[in-house]
């Protein structure tokens, strides 16, 4: 069996631990614990078994330590489709979103819906076009939506509408003719 090369002092296993205490993300703890059980000399598959990981991450995790120490290890990923636009970009989409239709920003060719109300998919045309953005899952337009502060409205299986009043006052003048019980007013002098 070859000895392992990689080995923690003191001092680097302290600092890994209190980085671990410190940390508020589950996918830098994992790495930081990961890193540290196997420079204290823990096997491989137990550190597996602990952290959950595979041994390929664990090797990777291992090296961008040596290489950049903790910093190397920390999780560097913006975080999938939010990161497609930046702080600003959303705070411009927003802002365009609430002061204008969507007929008033896209011309008529391009809108898929015709109306005069945002839909996820004149917001996915409209996203394309300004910022040459796509995402995989209307989840992500939908979420742009809720955030300048825009409810889902679902469309109701039925149209309904107040009848006219006419209509109303005919229905109810059927009901008093087919009313069983008539009430009867007389006068007293």
């Known amino acids: 069996m070859a000895h392992r090369q990689f080995e923690l002092s003191k001092a680097q296993q302290q600092e890994l631990k209190a980085e671990e205490q ?3 993300k589950v996918s830098d703890l994992k790495r930081l614990m990961a890193v540290r ?3 204290e000399g823990y096997r491989t598959h137990e550190i597996e078994a602990i952290v959950d990981c595979t041994w390929r991450s664990l090797m990777r995790w291992v090296e961008d330590y040596q290489r950049d120490g903790v910093a190397g290890v920390l999780d560097q ?3 999938g489709n939010r990161a497609k ?4 970009q959303r705070a411009e989409v927003k802002e365009r979103l609430n002061t204008y239709r969507p007929d008033q920003l896209l011309p008529p060719d391009m809108r ?3 109306g005069s109300f945002w839909t996820v998919s004149d917001l996915k045309i409209a996203v394309y076009v300004w910022y040459d953005v796509t995402w995989q899952s209307d989840t992500s ?9 825009f ?3 679902q469309t109701e299986s039925q149209y309904r509408s107040r009848p006219r009043d006419e209509v109303v006052a005919e229905f109810e003048a059927l009901l008093e003719k087919k009313s069983p019980i008539s009430f009867k007013t007389t006068e007293q002098d």
């Open 77 to 79: 990923r913006k975080g």
């Open 141 to 149: 337009y939908r979420s742009l939506l809720h955030e300048a502060s």
């Open 151 to 153: 409810s889902r409205q």
């Open 37 to 39: 059980l196997y420079g």
């Open 22 to 24: 410190g940390t508020k």
């Open 85 to 88: 636009l930046s702080a600003e």
């Open 112 to 114: 898929v819906e015709q």
